[in-house]
């Protein structure tokens, strides 16, 4: 299959692009393991003015999607940027809100017309804490609402009442806490299993986009490394170990990249084998990324287990992608169950 962004899409790639550029992302990361919440809300706000946000919101309510490969577009820019904050999540929940409204459960419909509108103009934000992602939500003390997906076979959507205590994670930017229980039951039957495994589909894929574009980062930044660094009167990246190091690097996040298209078109489709594809690509991405971490550290001379270095933040990253949504081992599963 040959897939190639049209026009339009490669525009709004590097729109995302260009804003991110001047953004500052480094120091908003930082700020927001802090705890420090207000440089991420407002380059939320900014990405919510290019339409980021609205990007898996159904037009009828003020998005305008969805529209899955748009979203690996901006995901992968988002990626590459370090971006913090529940985009994954917030697909994901618009897509279980979208999918139960105008069901049966009459709680679900002012829910979703409360929500939705404010998710697809990046200023509010929402998580999400379902089975497929581990019991806690992600960044629910940035977030305005915090949706959980409980019960017996996950046919609860709750409203969760608040969150605990925010968890130590290998990535501070990703602040990780557990709904409290309780709080507005939303909807409940097996509508809500089925309408939560097609979002936790689309966090998935989401991740593996974001995982996809902080490899394409880790790598850019190592070649620029190794470019300029001289041991014995050379550049470190003009040895053959080096090069074949990178190499491998590329081609992995190479091989990731048709297959995350290649998931976004079975999502806009809708078909069968969307999990499979989705879970192909989850893993392709997550293990290209991870590469690319343990590659940059390396070449780095392990200068991006400080701090310090800002390498650091997209090291971290790369990590906590590659469970988030499905770990390797749960998405190699899926693709072999078809």
Same mark, same amino acid.
């Given at each position: ?29 930082? /700020? ?11 380059? =939320? ?6 339409? #980021?946000?609205?990007?898996? #919101? !159904? ?6 999607? !969805? ?16 971006? !913090? ?9 618009? *897509? ?10 009459? +709680? ?81 039957? !097996? ?18 986009? +974001? ?11 190592? *070649?620029?490394? *190794? ?12 040895? +053959? ?7 491998? #690097? ?41 590469? /690319? ?31 988030? =949504? ?13």
């Amino acid at each position: 299959m040959e897939f190639l962004l049209d026009r339009a899409q490669g525009e709004f790639g590097r729109t995302v692009d260009r804003m991110l550029g001047g953004a500052h992302t480094a120091q908003v990361v930082r /700020a927001w393991a802090r705890g420090d919440h207000g440089p991420g809300r407002t380059l =939320w706000e900014r990405l919510g003015g290019i339409g #980021v946000t609205a990007l898996a #919101v !159904p037009e009828t309510h003020e998005g305008v999607g !969805p529209l899955p490969v748009e979203l690996a577009v901006a995901s992968v820019e988002s990626g590459r940027h370090a971006v !913090p904050g529940p985009l994954a999540e917030t697909a994901a929940v618009a *897509v279980l809100l979208a999918a139960l409204a105008g069901g049966d459960a009459a +709680q679900v419909d002012p829910a979703a017309r409360h929500w939705l509108p404010r998710i697809a103009s990046g200023r509010t934000l929402v998580t999400l804490a379902a089975a497929d992602g581990g019991p806690y939500a992600l960044d629910a003390d940035a977030a305005d609402a915090v949706f959980t997906v409980e019960g017996a076979g996950g046919e609860e959507l709750w409203l969760a009442p608040g969150h605990g205590r925010v968890q130590p994670s290998i990535d501070p930017a990703r602040r990780l806490a557990r709904p409290l229980p309780g709080g507005e039951l939303l909807a409940r039957g !097996p509508a809500v299993a089925e309408a939560a495994g097609r979002a936790a589909d689309w966090a998935a894929f989401v991740t593996a986009a +974001q995982s996809l574009g902080t490899g394409l980062a880790l790598l850019e930044r190592t *070649v620029a490394y *190794v470019k300029g660094r001289r041991q014995f009167g050379r550049a470190v990246g003009s040895f +053959q170990a080096v090069k074949h190091r990178l190499a491998d #690097v590329l081609i992995g996040l190479e091989f990731a990249r048709p297959l995350l298209y290649g998931a976004a078109v079975a999502l806009a489709s809708a078909g069968p084998g969307a999990r499979a594809e989705v879970a192909a690509a989850k893993v392709a991405a997550g293990e290209a990324g991870y590469a /690319a971490a343990r590659a940059a550290l390396q070449l780095h001379g392990a200068i991006g287990y400080t701090d310090e270095s800002d390498l650091s933040l997209w090291i971290r990253r790369a990590g906590a992608l590659r469970s988030a =949504w499905g770990t390797p081992s749960v998405c190699r599963a899926r693709v072999l169950a078809g």
